[in-house]
């Protein structure tokens, strides 16, 4: 089954503790990225790589880092959390930026930084 | 830079009632435009698309959207709603050069409440 998949799916973390969000999909895609999604502002993006090697900064990389070593895998990493990333994070993925198909989107990963 | 507005954060409608999802966008370039639906507690997936051709689209569950080019909306619809159309709508554009080509940028949101 093609799907995009994130762990954990919930997740209560204290301010400063290092934490790591992963991604992985099935479908051989190129481009992935990371989104936040808070009330009122729907999602935007963190950071997203078009291929192997290549990332880059979305509209709110502040705070993010990713990485993308495997084309199937595109890790979040937050070195030193605080509250205000307090939020639903989604991973999605798409063949070439997804000009012409739509992006599949993970479950989604609740994360409470206290 | 793109950018996309839903006119309604909320949306309460009564079940076998009309209901339509108000979206406009802003673009210096050419747009294609989505509409994602999220049911509570899953991930967006994506309900119709528009690329080319017919300004009226049609998606899963009975929805569909028509693109005006020259009031740059793309407003969701569906005859008669049910239940279990309660979600939250998400109007996205993916731009097609520019800068920020590929790109693809998310409204607000619009929470859909069917009542029975």
Known sequence: ?????????????????????????????????????????????????????????GDVPEGYKVSRKEKRNFPLILESPSPNQTSLYFCASSPYRGLYTEAFFGQGTRLTVV | AQSVTQLDSQVPVFEEAPVELRCNYSSSVSVYLFWYVQYPNQGLQLLLKY?????LVKGINGFEAEFNKSQTSFHLRKPSVHISDTAE????????????????????????????
């Open chain 2, 51 to 55: 690329l080319s051709g017919s300004t």
């Open chain 1, 1 to 57: 089954e093609a799907q995009v998949t994130q762990n954990p799916r919930y997740l209560i973390t204290v301010t400063g503790k290092k934490l790591t969000v992963t991604c992985s999909q099935n479908m051989n895609h190129e481009y992935m990225s990371w989104y936040r999604q808070d009330p009122g502002l729907g999602l935007r993006q963190i950071y997203y790589s078009m291929n192997v090697e290549v990332t880059d900064k």
């Open chain 2, 89 to 116: 709508y998400f109007c996205a554009v993916i731009t097609t050069g520019g800068t920020s080509y590929g790109k693809l940028t998310f409204g607000q949101g619009t929470i859909l409440t069917v009542h029975p």
